[in-house]
């Protein structure tokens, strides 16, 4: 097709002060909104600058795969740079290539399933504090859960008390900033963020120096991700100084909790209102496991819960959008993009076009059959993103999502409080703007423990 020269179509006028208001008000229906009205690529004007939004698996696959080498990731990070320094997230190029080869052995299968107990234990302490009939914010216990569970995996490190506060800090954080297009704008009119933010982010600042101050005092090889860090030297023989490993630490303990929390809290918002997809996947659970703590072993026999969790991170994918910047010109769509360009692909978007998914608005685990994820076109489904920047905790979550589901449900039934306002609160991953309270009922698929406790019930 013949490179057309004009500008793809789109809402924003001259200045796009109407779209900003717009998309700060609602990114989620903003996007879907644009996407619906302009199609497969729109232009976005907002505050004098142009961003464009490509809403098509094959467009996703472009940029995140074909062609990552032209695009780096975002050029907007200054919001994410405040909190995670220059780590994994924030880096473009060689930088980031010699950083992902650092951290990687981190997350090789084997090491990754040595942290299975980890998940299971800490789960298993979470519920014993828990009994049938109380009320809990589950999206903020599941956050400390994630939480505790990343530091000990990762650092070596028993949260204990400080667990409570540090996730709070982390919560703080996360909800004074603005999510990547309309954050980066106030963050270079070094707006955006206030004074209770920027506290918290000294609070983080401080338990994660004391964890290396610690760890250099006490000079024993953990085994873990930050002796890994700690004893590393580049091709010069330099190690690296206290702030890179901060970097690297901040961003691996921010990156590797909030996300998986989101995607189990979205499951279990699905889950509450389905009760015939509750009901098979505490028989699979119920059958599969018997009542045993979930292991590695088992999770392939898992597979409803399986397709519940897929399904549920097609419907609220806890990364909801990724910007790029291209560094080079580039055609797509029959359209010419000057380098510099920005793009926006989105999750949201695309998990949940009608052209792909039929029903997407339907929460259906079933659909997750083998020979259906083997049908998807490419860049169609990609909660962890795709290619060289795709997640590198990929493993880990997905592990971690699943013992914890099968784990929980063998303990409790947890049941949205009617007339809790569940709603979405896209930040930087997409939170929940009120917590899910929940009321927790006695567990379907029993445990052991469960079976001791309910047998004492009247
Ligand atoms: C359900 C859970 C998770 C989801 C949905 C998720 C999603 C994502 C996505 C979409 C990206 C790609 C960003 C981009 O292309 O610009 C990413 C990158 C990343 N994730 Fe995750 N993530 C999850 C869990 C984790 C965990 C558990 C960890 C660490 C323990 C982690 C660490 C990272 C890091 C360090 C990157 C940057 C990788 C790079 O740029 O090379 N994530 N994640």
């Known amino acids: 097709m013949a490179t057309q020269r004009s500008l793809p179509p789109g809402p924003g006028g001259r200045w796009g002060v109407n779209t900003l208001l717009a998309f700060q008000r ?56 405040r909190l995670l320094g220059e780590a994994l997230l924030t880096t473009d190029g060689e930088v980031h290539r010699r950083q992902r080869r650092l951290v990687q052995p981190a997350f090789h299968r084997k090491r990754v399933e040595s942290y299975a107990e980890t998940m299971t234990g800490q789960t298993q302490q979470m519920l014993d504090q828990w009994s049938v009939g109380d009320e809990v914010d589950l999206a903020a216990a599941l956050q400390e859960l994630t939480l505790r ?14 667990g409570t506060q540090i996730s709070q800090l ?16 106030l963050a270079r009119f070094g707006l955006g963020e206030d004074q209770r933010a920027r506290l918290a982010r000294a609070g983080l600042d401080q338990f994660v120096y004391d964890l290396i101050n610690t760890r250099r005092a006490d000079d024993r090889d953990h085994g873990d991700v930050l ?6 030297r580049d091709e010069d023989g330099a190690e690296m100084n206290d702030q890179q490993v901060r970097d690297q630490t901040m ?27 509750y009901d ?32 549920a991170m097609r419907i609220y994918p806890p990364a909801w959008t990724l910007n790029r910047r291209a560094l080079d010109a580039f055609e797509l769509g029959g359209y010419s993009f000057p380098a510099g360009t920005r793009a926006v692909i989105s999750q949201w978007v695309i998990h949940h076009l009608p052209e792909v998914w039929g029903d ?15 049908g998807l076109p490419k860049g169609a489904y990609f909660p962890f993103g795709a290619g060289p920047r795709i997640c590198i905790g990929l ?34 991953t997409l939170r929940m703007r009120h917590g899910m309270r929940v009321r927790l009922d006695r567990a379907e698929a029993l445990a052991p423990v469960a079976r001791a406790s309910t047998a004492r019930l009247p």
């Open 227 to 232: 002796s890994m860090l700690l004893a590393a």
């Open 395 to 428: 493993p880990l979550a997905e592990m971690e999502a699943r013992l914890l589901l099968a784990t929980i449900v063998q303990r409790f039934t947890p049941r949205v409080v009617p007339g809790w306002p569940v709603e979405p609160r896209p930040r930087v």
């Open 26 to 81: 609602d990114p989620l229906t903003f996007l879907t909104g644009v996407r619906r009205s302009y199609g497969e690529i729109a232009r976005i004007r907002m505050l004098g600058r142009d961003v464009f939004l490509f809403s098509r698996p094959e467009y996703a696959h472009y940029f995140l795969v074909d062609h990552a080498q032209n695009f780096t990731s975002g050029g907007d990070r200054d919001v994410l740079k």
């Open 149 to 162: 569970i990343i530091v000990q995996s990762l650092f070596d490190l028993d949260l204990q008390t400080q």
């Open 170 to 185: 982390f919560t703080t954080v996360a909800e004074s900033n603005n999510p990547g297009l309309v954050g980066s704008m």
């Open 251 to 277: 961003t691996l303990i921010a990156a590797g909790h909030e996300t998986t929390s989101n995607a189990l809290s979205w499951t279990f918002y699905l889950l509450s209102q389905h009760p015939d997809k």
């Open 360 to 374: 997407p608005e339907v929460f259906r685990p079933e659909r997750w059959t083998p020979e259906f994820r083997q």
């Open 280 to 311: 098979a996947l505490c028989a699979e659970v119920e059958r599969v496991l018997g009542g045993r703590t979930a292991t590695v072993a088992d999770l392939p026999q898992l597979r409803y819960l399986d397709g519940v969790i897929s399904e």
